[in-house]
């Protein structure tokens, strides 16, 4: 792991006697590589890197006694600080609140639907699920599935409708039947699609989220930084959760997409099942990212 | 990008850049660009245009050994295993390799053996219709080696030579559901014992450095011959497949490129070298 490594790099250097800020560089190096494999954006690595060189020789990194520690310390008060902390989902204004979920095919949108409804009325609220996706085949189905596994209403009128105007009547059938969340799940969708993108932007001026939560896998490479932005351009996001962490992808696609949108990290998906999300702990996560 | 007439520094920058965003890898990336340096400070590459070519030339060189033997030059009766972590695109790619095949000759059969996913076996259904492919399916929650089994005899018995079994996504981390997964060729062979069979991961192009460890375990589990990387009509460029090729010597067989039914195609990977550049 990274002490390992940078262990090893100071004993190299130690050797020659007082450390010097070539030999911070050397460590930075080695930083960098761990980043990069955890799939951390290129160009944040830069700039985190940066700053982290900055303060390991603004700091006591040159006169510690235990460098290699002391640089790892540094990453990772510096990830945790990038990483922010967590937030919990805002549900304001006149009821019903609206939470719209957007992101790439297969990220896990539909599941984590069910999840947050789940959530939600574990916190007295009455959720409304919307199948807004009428593209995918049997998406609707999927998520009726689910609503009735936990007994949480799903407005769904099949695919013959346009998902706009299925998210207006599920709004108008919300307010009737004094539901108090409208959680839409609407069709996985590539940012450079502008047809989709459009039609995400036309749901999110009818139903006025009070949060737009951009679903992302924490296997996702590089081009996290590439989607985030162009979601964040065409629907302001709000909040991220990040699913399938019960994999070992490092997750590093949660820094990128935290740099580059600045939108905080709400939950973390953890399993298949309904109760598999958890809130966001930045200090574990940190942990995970530095492997 | 590449057309100042200087070999520079921010040359090299924008060269490693380039790589290490197409997910090819930090240690590979960097190797590649100081093998370039070398050549540049040997004397052999001179301007940009031909520190990049030879990147190019390095890349297809170490794709180009693979040749595996596509699905449709297959002879006699195959079983296709579909497996790879949840949403990769297993269930449409089925389809798509359903009519694909159709396309050119062979006669095929889908098993829906994701038998726990919520309208897992509905959506392969609707994609049976599409493409008028039967469709051999369980119970919800039923085993999937039972799913597997009557496909695979099914097929025997209706004298359809392509049975595609699309399976439940599933984390390599999760041991049990790859042991699940290492019993499928026995199953199909039990139900034809002349069946050839075949295990495609389904890889998704986004996914970043996590996509070798997945390569990984399911090779172990289930003998994993090739890969099929979805979603290349995104902006990822799944460089991850050099790593998976050279430490693996799992060759990519197709590639996806879209949500339709004809959007399946046999790799080219002197095409995917190129879009690794633009
Ligand atoms: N292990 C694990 N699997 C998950 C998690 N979240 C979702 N999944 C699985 O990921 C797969 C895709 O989930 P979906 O909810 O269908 O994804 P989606 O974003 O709605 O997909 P599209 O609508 O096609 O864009 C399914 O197999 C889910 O069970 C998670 O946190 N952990
Ligand atoms: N843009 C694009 N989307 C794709 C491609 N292949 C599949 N998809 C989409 O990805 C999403 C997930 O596809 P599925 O076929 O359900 O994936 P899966 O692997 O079967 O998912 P699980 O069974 O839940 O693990 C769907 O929205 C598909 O339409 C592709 O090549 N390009
Ligand atoms: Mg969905
Ligand atoms: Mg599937």
Redesign the pocket.
């Known amino acids: 792991n990274l002490t390992d490594r940078l262990t090893s790099i100071f004993s190299g250097l130690r050797s020659k006697g007082a450390l010097t800020e070539q030999d911070v560089e050397e460590a930075m190096r080695e930083v960098r590589m761990s980043l990069l494999e955890a799939d951390v954006n290129f160009r944040v690595v830069k700039d985190f890197v940066a700053r982290v060189k900055e303060r390991s020789i603004g700091g006591d990194v040159l006169q510690s006694l235990t460098p290699a520690q002391q640089v790892v310390k540094i990453v990772h008060e510096e990830l945790v600080a990038l990483l922010g902390d967590a937030a919990p989902l805002r549900l304001d204004g006149q009821p019903p609140a609206v939470i719209m979920l957007a992101?790439?095919?297969?990220?896990?949108?539909?599941?984590?639907a069910a999840k947050l409804a789940l959530l939600l009325r574990k916190q007295k609220q009455l959720p409304l699920l919307v199948a807004a996706?009428t593209y995918?085949p049997a998406?609707v189905d999927?998520l009726v599935y689910l609503g009735k596994q936990l007994d949480v209403p799903v407005y769904s009128e099949g695919t013959s409708s346009k998902p706009p105007v299925i998210v207006a009547n599920a709004l108008r059938e919300a307010r009737t039947a004094g539901r108090t969340v409208v959680i839409l799940?609407t069709?996985?969708r590539l940012h450079v699609d502008n047809a989709m993108m459009e039609e995400l932007r036309e749901i999110g001026a009818l139903s006025r989220p009070s949060e737009t939560l951009l679903?992302a896998d924490a296997m996702t490479g590089q081009d996290a930084v590439r989607v985030a932005e162009q979601f964040h351009e065409s629907v302001s996001l709000t909040g991220l959760i990040l699913?399938?962490?019960?994999?070992d992808a490092r997750g590093g696609a949660a820094l990128s997409i935290r740099q580059v949108t600045g939108v905080p990290i709400k939950f973390?998906?953890?399993?298949?099942k309904p109760d598999?999300l958890e809130t966001f702990h930045p200090d574990r996560l940190a942990q995970r990212i530095l492997g | 990008l590449f057309r100042r007439p200087v070999l520079d520094e921010s040359t090299w920058d924008e060269l490693t850049q380039l790589l290490m965003e197409s997910d090819i890898g930090p240690s590979r990336a960097f190797r590649l660009v100081e093998h370039a340096r070398e050549m540049v400070e040997g004397e052999t590459l001179k301007t940009p245009v031909e520190a990049e070519t030879a990147l190019r030339r390095q890349l297809v060189e170490s794709l180009g050994a693979a040749e595996p033997m596509l699905l449709e030059d297959q002879p006699g009766r195959l079983a296709v295993h579909m497996v790879g972590v949840?949403?990769s695109g297993k269930t449409t790619t089925s389809a798509k390799l359903s009519a694909y095949l159709r396309h050119r000759g062979r006669s095929t059969l889908l098993a829906a053996a994701d038998t726990f996913?919520a309208a897992a076996i509905d959506q392969l259904q609707v994609w049976g219709e599409r493409t008028g492919t039967d469709v051999i399916a369980g119970q919800q929650g039923s085993d999937l080696g039972a799913v597997v089994f009557d496909a695979v005899h099914a097929a025997r018995m209706r004298g359809l030579d392509t049975v595609i079994i699309d399976t439940?996504?599933r984390?390599h981390t999760k041991t049990n559901l790859m042991d699940e997964l290492s019993k499928l060729r026995r199953v199909a062979t039990k139900a034809d014992p002349d069946v050839t069979q075949v295990a495609l991961l389904v890889l998704d192009a986004t996914t970043g450095q996590n996509a070798l460890m997945q390569a990984k375990r399911f090779l172990e589990a289930v003998q994993v011959d090739g890969i099929i990387l979805t979603k290349l009509d995104g902006t990822a460029k799944g460089g991850v497949v050099f790593a998976v090729f050279e430490e693996l010597n799992l060759p990519i067989w197709y590639v996806g490129s879209g949500e339709k039914l004809t959007d399946l195609a046999p790799f080219d990977h002197l095409a995917f070298v190129n879009a690794l550049f633009r």
């Open positions: 992101g790439l095919q297969g990220s896990g949108k539909t599941t984590t996706d995918r998406a999927q799940d069709a996985g679903v699913t399938k962490v019960d994999g973390l998906g953890t399993s298949e598999g | 949840n949403g996913r439940a996504g984390l």
